[in-house]
């Protein structure tokens, strides 16, 4: 996955748990045209709404600007999970086991690189998805993205 180096998850997270936010995630990308972007999902128990982004996006531009953990210009967007929730760690994986979600792997497994299937559980390193009628292992340590499927 994009993810952040661990000195600026660490600088985003303490931002957004000062104010009652979880982060769930960082998607760290570095566009050679446009500089890196910073996507932040934080969560709540009451929900995420313009105001709280909002208010995530001020704290956490202001300990950027201090810290100076990105070197040249960067883009910062502040987000709610959404429908399509993304899952960056195995915690999320188990937190929403019974849901379907879709899986990019690096590089493929099985002939493939895109699943799409229910979470069944955690195992070690691994998460057990339900594709197609058979039980899938894919190792997260091989996972570019994953997302829940919303369900209507």
Do not use: W
Request: hydrophobic content about 40%; glycine content about 10%.
């Amino acid at each position: 996955m994009n993810k952040a180096p661990p000195h600026l998850t660490d600088l985003v997270r303490h931002a957004a748990q000062g104010l009652g936010y979880e982060l769930l995630g960082i998607e760290y990308l570095s566009r050679p045209q446009a500089g890196h972007l910073l996507r932040i999902y934080i969560d709540s128990p009451d929900g995420v709404g313009l105001s709280d982004c909002e208010k995530v996006s001020h704290q956490v531009s202001g300990v950027l600007e201090v810290e100076d953990p990105i070197k040249g210009e960067y883009a910062l967007e502040v987000s709610s999970p959404g429908l399509d929730r993304p899952l960056f760690e195995l915690a999320h994986f188990a937190r929403f086991a019974g849901h379907t979600a879709r899986v990019k792997l690096n590089a493929a497994l099985n002939g493939r690189s895109n699943y799409k299937g229910t979470i069944v559980e955690i195992d070690g390193d691994d998460v057990v998805m339900q594709v197609e009628g058979e039980l899938i292992r894919l190792p997260f340590a091989q996972f570019a993205s994953a997302r829940l499927v919303p369900q209507f």
